[in-house]
């Protein structure tokens, strides 16, 4: 142990498990964005509450800057520690706490998997119902902290709408115990619901009561190939009026050619511009009549050009892998991302507008669209051409996210849809909100944490 800071650290928290190899602090020190080197102090991996108490009682106390630490599947650089910060994880507390079947509640401390929440609910014959597709390596504690959306928003809403309560440790070492598993509560402010979505910059979430509900009957999945993406609005229009859609994704051509080559199977003999993944109850024969004449009606308008539905569990997973496999296939070209929503009914002007301006500013690039579009959600990125070197890779893709930033103010959107602002997005964060919301918020951030030591330069500067 190098640094003196650690030996106090370890004096006020004794037993503490510490890390300071170098490849740890390369690997708790980034997240998926990879654009900052990493350069924290040590990581710190508390085993409960009380040490994660201490550590920021000393924290506060030796003015050192704590990042809180997940999964770190995050694409917006919120959990990136580069200016010698003690990265905090919270790996070593994942585990279920308590589960309520009269309440429906799951307990769980913050460093759970995603997919093990899901498995714990589904023990107890529920469902967590958020989900996407970095499920394995996601903690609950991250999906809070950036009120995470994913694949079933369009059915279930996200994060936000399930936690029932948060046990949370501020920058002084204060223990929050917030809402407490209440569904009414008219009693002041709802600090459970601002600790969502803050990025580890007013606390540090430790526990969850989460929310749970029925699982749906077995799903089918359908795939569709469209002709244009002026039509993707009337296609969603044609299945919600019909059926409850668990989900409606789109992605293009250019997002499936490189799923192809990263292994998966083609789904249509012919190549189509644009794809709709949707997701809706099987087993249930209105619902499937109600899918096919949504389909053959939008066969009809030659708004659809094929389909596939899945006749089997295993095939459904094959053609989500179509869907959830691009983060991944497109990993290997850099992209630079941009995340951002419009109002559902904005979308298809939104697109047009920010497709043109995009072509025409470089039309060069290479750019993979895709995303929640039945929650005007879109996902944007772009990959990064051969040949070109990083830095002025970087500032092209800064340029075009302005030109976004600007057509989303016109329209009313959100430069974060549901991956934080972190540090890639806090220069735009004036497209979204007004000046007198951001004075608010950083208001809010000197009351939670008066030294600036949590996550600081996360969400905006002070
Ligand atoms: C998804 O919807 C994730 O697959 C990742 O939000 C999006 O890689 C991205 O840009
Ligand atoms: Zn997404």
């Not at 770190?72 to 919270?90: F, N």
């Not at 917030?178 to 540090?204: C, H, M, P």
């Not at 249930?284 to 949504?294: C, G, I, L, R, W």
């Not at 920010?354 to 929650?375: K, S």
Request: negative net charge.
């Amino acid at each position: 142990m190098t640094d003196p800071r650690l030996d106090s650290l370890l004096q006020d928290c004794p037993g503490l498990r510490l890390k300071t190899d170098p490849a740890d602090l390369e690997h708790y020190g980034r997240d998926w964005t990879r654009r900052w080197t990493p350069a924290p102090l040590a990581i710190a991996l508390p085993g409960s509450v009380e040490e994660v108490q201490a550590i920021l009682r000393w924290a506060s106390a030796q003015r050192v800057a704590v990042v809180p630490s997940g999964g770190r599947t995050g694409l917006s650089g919120g959990a990136v520690a580069a200016h010698g910060e003690l990265v905090l994880s919270l790996e070593r507390m994942n585990k279920p706490l308590a589960f309520d079947a009269v309440d429906r509640t799951l307990t769980v401390q913050a460093g759970m998997a995603l997919e093990a929440v899901h498995n714990a609910a589904r023990e107890h014959g529920l469902i967590y119902p958020v989900d996407f597709a970095a499920r394995g390596s996601c903690s609950i504690g991250g999906n809070i902290a950036t009120n995470a959306g994913g694949i079933r928003v369009i059915r279930y809403g996200n994060t936000r709408e399930w936690i029932a309560g948060l046990k949370v440790v501020t920058a002084s070492g204060e223990l929050l115990e917030l809402n407490k598993g209440l569904i009414k509560n008219s009693s002041g402010y709802d600090f459970r619901q601002l600790l969502i979505a803050s990025e580890g910059t007013l606390g540090v979430i430790v526990e969850a009561t989460l929310k749970l509900t029925d699982p749906p009957p077995a799903s089918n999945v359908m795939l569709l190939a469209l002709p244009s993406f002026e039509v993707l609005m009337q296609v969603f229009a044609a299945f919600r009026e019909r059926m409850q859609l668990q989900a409606f994704e789109f992605f293009t051509d250019r997002a499936l050619e490189h799923v192809l080559a990263h292994g998966a199977q083609a789904p249509f003999e012919e190549v189509h511009p644009f794809y709709v993944v949707t997701e809706f109850a099987a087993g249930d024969e209105a619902q499937e009549a109600a899918a096919m004449a949504a389909f053959e009606a939008c066969m009809e308008q030659g708004w659809v050009s094929d389909g596939v539905v899945s006749q089997s569990e295993a095939q459904a997973a094959q053609l989500w892998r179509l869907r959830e496999g691009i983060t991944e296939a497109v990993a290997r070209y850099k992209p630079y991302k941009n995340d951002v929503s419009v109002r559902i009914s904005a979308m298809p002007a939104f697109m047009a507008q920010t497709q043109a301006l995009i072509g025409e500013a470089y039309p060069h690039f290479d750019v993979v669209w895709f995303g929640h579009i039945g929650d005007g959600n879109l996902h944007i990125n772009v990959l990064k051409p051969d040949g070109t070197d990083d830095a002025e890779f970087l500032q092209q893709c800064e340029h075009v996210t302005k030109l976004l930033a600007k057509v989303l103010k016109d329209f009313d959107g959100s430069i974060s849809a549901e991956h934080g602002i972190g540090l890639v997005k806090k220069g735009y964060l004036d497209s979204t909100r007004g000046p007198a919301e951001i004075a608010l918020m950083k208001a809010v951030k000197h009351a939670f944490d008066p030294q600036g030591l949590l996550n600081p330069g996360k969400v905006f500067d002070l």
